[in-house]
């Protein structure tokens, strides 16, 4: 397999800035819905999977930068020590946009594979640095999240990617 992604995926049309933005305030508002008990284990970080679709596809509109600045907006809302998402998602987007031309020649349930793994590797850097600075571990069930997010990456490509068909199809005519 060849680390050079095909031109079709590489020469499309950048999407709008508002859309980029608009997807990832949605995903941020809909993490931000209230789950209780423990059902919380089960709450995907939604704005880190949006994140990691605009970095794999359009890497201009989500870039580290973005990734702290959700990650501390997500320490926040969950009320954390402020820096640990943070950390956690800059690292997300650094391995996404290492792996993103392998991630590129995947087929879209492949690429859940590698989503999985980024996903993964976001909890266990925020499971290290919460055991670094208290004692107690989440549990197991902590990691039940990427799994979930994993179900949904090919539903959030799908809906992310249908705007960008419309507007193209729009500037054809």
């Known amino acids: 397999m060849s680390l050079i992604a095909d031109p079709k995926d590489v020469l499309r049309d950048p999407p709008s800035a508002r859309l980029v933005f608009v997807s990832l305030l949605l995903a941020f508002l809909i993490y931000l819905l209230p789950t209780g008990g423990s059902l919380i284990f089960l709450r995907p970080e939604l704005p880190l999977i949006v994140l990691i679709y605009w970095c794999i596809h359009h890497p201009r509109y989500g870039g580290f930068l973005a990734g702290f600045i959700i990650g501390l907006l997500v320490d926040v809302a969950d009320g954390n020590i402020l820096g640990q998402h943070a950390l956690a998602y800059t690292m997300a ?69 249908y705007p960008q068909i419309l507007a193209a199809n729009a500037n054809k005519d």
């Open 93 to 161: 987007i650094f391995f996404t946009l290492v792996l993103r031309l392998r991630i590129l020649k995947f087929k879209l349930w492949q690429q859940a594979l590698h989503v999985l793994a980024i996903l993964l590797a976001s909890q266990v850097l925020v499971v290290i640095t919460h055991l670094f600075l208290s004692t107690t571990f989440p549990g197991w069930g902590y990691f039940l999240a990427s799994f979930v997010g994993t179900l949904f990456w090919p539903a959030i490509s799908i809906a992310l990617e």
